[in-house]
């Protein structure tokens, strides 16, 4: 499968990395999944460098000029969120401002919600966060944002797993849906299949018939094409 670079190395480095994982799995909303995505799984600096910069290609690539600065939610959001930015500078040459917030409210010092940035009136943010499942993380920070005055318009992920909920539209249909944000997966479910299938990766295959098929049957029940 013929891919931008980037994104054939994430999904390498998501399966070298052991974030993505086949056999049977149990997600949250009680299916048994052939596939898993667990992004805590990632702990090198080496993988925290690699991963910033396929952030950053996707944003050069698909919103360079469309922000006024990064915002990363708390908790696994605010590292990428700093990468990010970091990455972007390394690699464009864009410069932007970053921000996150803090699950509680400091209470001495400049006290405060957020870090970094502070987001005024008229600005726009571009929320980074690693993947989306029910989309809580960003309903607990909308208010927050909405507050001081800034739109959110577009989130980056890391992968998109397409499945929908109960209601029939999958995670990132919902917060089109509720909040007008546009998600940006730098991957989906469908192209790690497509481009992982019968591929030699370091002298492993990751997806062979077996895996394919037992995939291909979670998406026909599960998934949004």
């Not at 090198?44 to 396929?54: E, F, M, P, V």
């Not at 990428?80 to 921000?99: F, G, M, Q, S």
Request: charged share 25%.
């Amino acid at each position: 499968m013929q891919i931008p670079a980037y994104k054939a190395n994430l999904i390498e480095l998501m399966a070298k990395s052991g974030v993505l994982l086949f056999g049977d799995f149990k997600t949250k909303s009680g299916r048994q999944s052939p596939y898993f995505v667990n992004t805590g799984y990632y702990k090198t600096g080496a993988q925290a460098d690699a991963l910033s910069d396929y952030y950053a290609a996707l944003i050069n690539e698909k919103l360079k000029g469309s922000f006024d600065a990064l915002f990363g939610p708390a908790y696994k959001g605010i590292p990428l969120c700093a990468l990010t930015a970091a990455a972007l500078w390394r690699n464009w040459k864009i410069d932007t401002n970053y921000c996150f917030n803090r699950k509680e409210a400091k209470d001495h010092g400049e006290g405060g919600v957020l870090v970094g940035y502070q987001p005024k009136e008229g600005d726009k943010l571009l929320l980074i966060e690693d993947v989306i499942s029910a989309g809580t993380a960003v309903r607990e920070i909308m208010l927050l944002l909405l507050s001081a005055g800034a739109a959110v318009t577009d989130m980056v992920i890391s992968v998109n797993r397409m499945e929908k909920g109960y209601d029939g539209l999958t995670a990132t249909e919902e917060i089109k849906r509720d909040f007008g944000i546009d998600v940006h997966p730098i991957v989906t479910v469908f192209d790690i299949l497509a481009y992982l299938y019968n591929k030699d990766v370091d002298g492993k295959i990751y997806i062979n018939d077996e895996v394919k098929a037992r995939m291909e049957e979670y998406i026909g029940k599960y998934c949004v094409y």
